[in-house]
Structure formats: structure tokens, C-alpha cells
């Protein structure tokens, strides 16, 4: 089927995905969490579907810049089933968020990837991303 728009009964499909990404333990506030991000008209929660089964997804944000002219994306999470994975479903989700970000006036797409993560860092390279060092990260709990 391809890349559409998440809805709230894909909520077990992200779960088993993020699982993949090592955050388990999602089941008790996922519901809410993609209920808030299809509501927001900032974000773009999008899976690809194959098969009846959402084996991938991505939250795109967008995020308007005061002081430059064009606005950026951010990624926040984006993962593809292992069982899926080399076989382009990422670049293509990765394409059509650029497609996206460029409507809407972004000039650039960034996305945090922690540092173990070196396959995903390979990903990102080959799709045209650059490393930009320096991530802050203050802890509010």
C-alpha cells in the first residue's frame, strides 16, 4: 500500500516498533501520545503500510524560525521493522517527508540519532544528511 497518514489503530504497530528502537514499556500512553500528534498541525505522523500491517513510521514536525527565512523539519522518531529494513521503504518515507517539509516552507530537515545508532547514521548519510555536532538536552523530571 505505501505511505498514508497514521491513525489511531496503528497504536500496536508504532508500540512493536519503538520496542525495536529499545523504548518499551509505551502501551500505557501511546494511545494518547498519537491522538495528540494527529491533532497538532505542526506534526506529520505518517506509517508505511505493507501487507494489511504498518511496518514503519515516522513523526515529522515542522518548526517556524524567527530570525532565518526558511522554516526546518525535525524527525523525532522514525523507525522500520527489521524484517523490512535494506529494502528502500526508508528512503522512500524519507523522500516524501522532504516533499513535505518543502511545502510547507522548510529549507532543511534535522533529526537526533543517538550515537549507537550507526547503522541509522549510515541511513542518513547516503539520504544527504550532514552531521551537525553539538546537542543539548536539559532534563526536566
Avoid at 115 to 128: E, L, N, P
Amino acid at each position: 500500500m505505501g505511505i498514508r497518514k497514521a491513525r489511531l489503530d496503528d497504536w500496536q504497530e508504532i508500540k512493536a516498533l519503538l520496542d525495536q528502537l529499545d523504548y518499551p514499556n509505551t502501551d500505557t500512553f501511546i494511545k494518547e501520545k498519537i491522538e495528540k500528534l494527529l491533532d497538532h498541525p505542526d506534526e506529520e505522523l505518517l506509517v508505511y503500510v505493507d501487507k494489511n500491517k504498518a511496518v514503519a513510521f515516522i513523526s515529522l514536525h515542522f518548526i517556524p524560525q524567527i530570525a532565518l527565512k526558511g522554516d526546518f523539519a525535525r524527525i523525532s522518531y522514525f523507525a522500520v521493522d527489521v524484517s523490512v529494513r535494506s529494502h528502500g521503504i526508508g528512503r522512500e518515507i524519507e523522500e516524501y517527508c522532504v516533499e513535505l517539509a518543502k511545502a510547507r516552507g522548510c529549507d532543511r530537515i534535522e533529526v537526533h540519532c543517538h550515537s549507537r545508532r550507526t547503522a541509522a547514521h549510515r541511513f542518513y548519510i547516503r539520504q544527504g544528511f550532514t552531521e551537525s555536532p553539538k546537542y543539548f538536552m536539559k532534563r526536566l523530571d
